[in-house]
T-cell receptor, first 114, second 118 residues
Framework: AQKITQTQPGMFVQEKEAVTLDCTYD???????LFWYKQPSSGEMIFLIY??????QNATEGRYSLNFQKARKSANLVISASQLGDSAMYFC???????????FGSGTKLNVKP | GAGVSQSPRYKVAKRGQDVALRCDPI?????LFWYQQALGQGPEFLTY????????KSGLPSDRFFAERPEGSVSTLKIQRTQQEDSAVYLC????????????????FGAGTRLSVL
């Protein structure tokens, strides 16, 4: 079974609007961490936001927030006030306790329209 | 250094050639990871080092793949007798911490090496 599922291969959003990128995960481990990365065309993976499985509140980092619904095993990324520079691939990733490697989803390509 | 540095950025190899990909992690980072990213896919884990010890190599696809980090800093991923299916971007990441889930263990990535095997 896939550890991380991203069901939106591509998304369009109008500049200055908000957009939600979906991510669901699969683990039986009660302790895990969830991450979102941005990968522009240059190729480098840029860390955006982190959510721990025991965190009581949803994580926020500037224009990024994570809508964490533990019972549904979802960790959607919300980008507010989209900018043209937000156009990129976005990857959701998970790390389980006792394992340091990340499991990545297949990504969502976001296009921000002027 | 300021970030994770990988070289070369691009590598073209003829089928059957050996290649070596280099990763310079962020200075002082204990953990180092290699991932393989096929076109249009997410990165797939290859191997993990904590200092010079290779603690997990479960993702290496075959015995043609070999990684080392002899002094606990720079790492090299070597692919012997390259095949067309080895064509991908190879990403290196480093992390300043290791340990339990309470540590964020954020991985910082380099820009990758794009390997094309003809």
């Amino acid at each position: 079974a896939q550890k991380i599922t991203q069901t939106q291969p591509g998304m369009f959003v109008q500049e200055k609007e908000a957009v939600t990128l979906d991510c669901t995960y699969d683990t039986s481990d009660p302790s895990y961490g969830l991450f979102w990365y941005k990968q522009p065309s240059s190729g480098e993976m840029i860390f955006l936001i982190y959510q721990g499985s025991y965190d009581q509140q949803n994580a926020t980092e500037g224009r990024y927030s994570l809508n964490f619904q533990k019972a549904r095993k979802s960790a959607n990324l919300v980008i507010s006030a989209s900018q043209l520079g937000d156009s990129a691939m976005y990857f959701c990733a998970m790390r389980e306790l006792n394992f340091n490697k990340f499991y990545f989803g297949s990504g969502t390509k976001l296009n921000v329209k002027p | 250094g300021a970030g994770v540095s990988q070289s070369p950025r691009y590598k073209v190899a003829k089928r059957g050639q050996d290649v070596a990909l280099r990763c310079d992690p962020i200075s002082g980072h204990v953990s180092l990871f290699w991932y393989q990213q096929a076109l249009g896919q997410g990165p797939e884990f290859l191997t993990y080092f904590q200092n010079e010890a290779q603690l997990d190599k479960s993702g290496l696809p075959s015995d043609r793949f070999f990684a080392e980090r002899p002094e606990g800093s720079v790492s090299t991923l070597k692919i012997q007798r390259t095949q067309q299916e080895d064509s991908a971007v190879y990403l290196c990441a480093s992390s300043g911490t290791s340990g339990g889930i309470l540590a964020k263990n954020i991985q910082y990535f380099g820009a990758g090496t794009r390997l094309s095997v003809l």
